[in-house]
């Protein structure tokens, strides 16, 4: 069941919509295999509507599913390591720095290390599904700044964050930092997180309480981030990699497949902020995006959409507009994100609100919208 502080769905607690229930996926550090990629289309294909949707903190969710798909569901997604620990479903978000292990150290094991961590702590099973842990190799990406917790990997060093502040620490062994940041997660849970407020920063006190509890006191704020990857192909010490996007955030179960048919054996993928995937290759540059663009998915930033996100629009039930439909390029505004209520769900970091007001009206910045629609071809 839902509560008021965590209306975000997991693998045992849906989120009903118009147009069925919606599961949410967590890939910790947004890393998948192709095995579990291909077979998260599987899913969506099977149970839901055939789609999978990246969200803002590079999880998943497969939605339209049907009444009593849920224990099937969740049980195929735990035989697929997907979902380990059903008390801690909605805890386990984690967001890594996208880039890291391309031509520099890997988080990898930082992020693995993090949530065993976070799973075999009773207490955190009251996470809910807003609160953020942030891993970041110096790289950005991983929205160190809006997250509740952070390690920030400088050199041989980890630093502990605590709702986007410095706390002090830097930890030279990668356990004393995931230990940190499990100690600064149960101090949240004890001074109201999962009960009286979803984040560390809307409690009273914030970062400065949490701290406090564990004997640090917080400092400097985490530099801003920096938002979505550009699109396109890049070499990193000799490996090629494609940031492909989603349009709208939505892949067919089928690009799902394309895309994990691309990436090099023994690779991960990593998801991202507005809708990129990360794929480092298999195939020549050249031809994977090709086979991508013809697919339907976004591999240049010359492509009118790469700025463009949207919500679930009508398929929720708060919805004003169909803004996956209305969801355009608008002149003066290089990234947008569309929103059917002013919730403004899966809002990339660097994106401009675009809120709908009615069925054909819109705000953004609390102004009405309609200058910028009139220039949208
Ligand atoms: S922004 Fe509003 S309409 Fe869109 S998914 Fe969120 S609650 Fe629903």
Same mark, same amino acid.
Not at 160 to 167: D, E, K, N, V
Not at 180 to 198: F, K, Q
């Given at each position: 069941?839902?509560?008021?502080?965590?209306?975000?769905?997991?693998?045992?607690? #849906?989120?009903?919509?118009?147009?069925?229930?919606?599961?949410?996926?967590? !890939?910790?550090?947004?890393?998948?295999? =192709? +095995?579990?990629?291909?077979?998260?289309?599987?899913?969506?294909? $099977?149970?839901?509507?055939?789609?999978?949707?990246?969200?803002?903190?590079?999880?998943?969710?497969? +939605?339209?599913? +049907?009444?009593?798909?849920?224990?099937?569901?969740?049980?195929?997604?735990? +035989?697929?390591?997907?979902?380990?620990?059903? *008390?801690?479903?909605?805890? @386990?978000?984690?967001?890594?720095?996208?880039?890291?292990?391309?031509?520099?150290?890997?988080?990898?094991?930082?992020?693995?290390? !993090?949530?065993? =961590?976070?799973?075999? $702590?009773?207490?955190?099973?009251?996470?809910?599904?807003?609160?953020?842990?942030?891993?970041?190799?110096?790289? %950005?990406?991983?929205?160190?700044?809006? *997250?509740?917790?952070?390690?920030?990997?400088?050199?041989?060093?980890?630093?502990?964050?605590?709702? %986007?502040?410095?706390?002090?620490?830097?930890?030279?062994?990668?356990?004393?930092?995931?230990?940190?940041?499990?100690?600064?997660?149960?101090?949240?849970?004890?001074?109201?997180?999962?009960?009286? =407020?979803?984040?560390?920063?809307?409690?009273?006190?914030?970062?400065?309480?949490?701290?406090?509890?564990?004997?640090?006191?917080?400092?400097?704020?985490?530099?801003?981030?920096?938002? @979505?990857?550009?699109?396109?192909?890049?070499?990193?010490?000799?490996?090629?990699? #494609?940031?492909?996007?989603?349009?709208?955030?939505?892949?067919?179960?089928?690009?799902?497949?394309?895309?994990?048919?691309? #990436?090099?054996?023994?690779?991960?993928?990593?998801?991202?902020?507005?809708?990129?995937?990360?794929?480092?290759?298999? =195939?020549?540059?050249?031809?994977?995006? %090709?086979?991508?663009?013809?697919?339907?998915? #976004?591999? *240049?930033?010359?492509?009118?959409?790469?700025?463009?996100?949207?919500? *679930?629009?009508?398929?929720?039930? @708060?919805?004003?507009?169909?803004? @996956?439909?209305?969801?355009?390029?608008?002149?003066?505004?290089?990234?947008?994100?569309?929103?059917?209520?002013?919730?403004?769900?899966?809002?990339?970091?660097?994106?401009?609100?675009?809120?709908?007001?009615?069925?054909?009206?819109?705000?953004?910045?609390?102004?009405?919208?309609?200058?910028?629609?009139?220039?949208?071809?």
């Amino acid at each position: 069941m839902q509560s008021a502080v965590d209306a975000c769905p997991g693998m045992i607690t #849906l989120h009903p919509a118009r147009d069925g229930d919606v599961a949410r996926i967590r !890939l910790p550090g947004g890393y998948v295999t =192709a +095995r579990q990629w291909v077979a998260v289309g599987a899913l969506a294909r $099977e149970f839901g509507d055939g789609n999978v949707d990246i969200t803002a903190r590079g999880n998943v969710q497969v +939605r339209g599913l +049907r009444p009593g798909t849920c224990a099937p569901l969740a049980s195929r997604a735990a +035989r697929l390591g997907l979902l380990p620990s059903g *008390s801690h479903d909605r805890a @386990r978000n984690i967001t890594a720095s996208p880039l890291a292990g391309l031509g520099r150290p890997s988080l990898r094991g930082m992020v693995r290390s !993090l949530d065993a =961590a976070i799973v075999a $702590e009773p207490v955190l099973a009251a996470l809910p599904g807003r609160f953020l842990f942030a891993v970041d190799d110096g790289t %950005g990406g991983a929205a160190l700044a809006r *997250s509740d917790v952070g390690l920030r990997r400088i050199g041989s060093r980890t630093q502990l964050f605590i709702a %986007g502040q410095f706390a002090g620490l830097r930890l030279p062994v990668q356990a004393a930092a995931v230990s940190a940041a499990i100690d600064a997660a149960r101090a949240a849970v004890g001074l109201g997180v999962g009960t009286s =407020a979803s984040r560390i920063r809307d409690l009273p006190g914030g970062g400065r309480a949490v701290a406090a509890v564990i004997g640090l006191a917080v400092g400097p704020s985490a530099p801003p981030d920096d938002g @979505r990857l550009p699109l396109g192909v890049s070499g990193f010490a000799g490996r090629d990699v #494609l940031v492909a996007g989603a349009r709208l955030g939505r892949l067919s179960a089928a690009q799902v497949t394309l895309t994990g048919s691309l #990436l090099r054996r023994g690779d991960m993928l990593r998801l991202a902020t507005a809708g990129r995937i990360v794929i480092p290759l298999s =195939a020549a540059p050249a031809v994977a995006a %090709g086979i991508l663009a013809d697919a339907g998915l #976004l591999t *240049s930033d010359d492509d009118p959409m790469a700025g463009v996100g949207a919500c *679930s629009g009508m398929a929720c039930s @708060r919805s004003l507009s169909d803004v @996956r439909a209305a969801a355009r390029p608008l002149p003066g505004y290089a990234r947008t994100h569309w929103a059917g209520c002013a919730r403004g769900c899966g809002a990339p970091n660097d994106a401009d609100l675009v809120i709908a007001t009615g069925p054909d009206s819109f705000q953004i910045g609390g102004q009405p919208a309609d200058a910028a629609l009139a220039g949208a071809s």
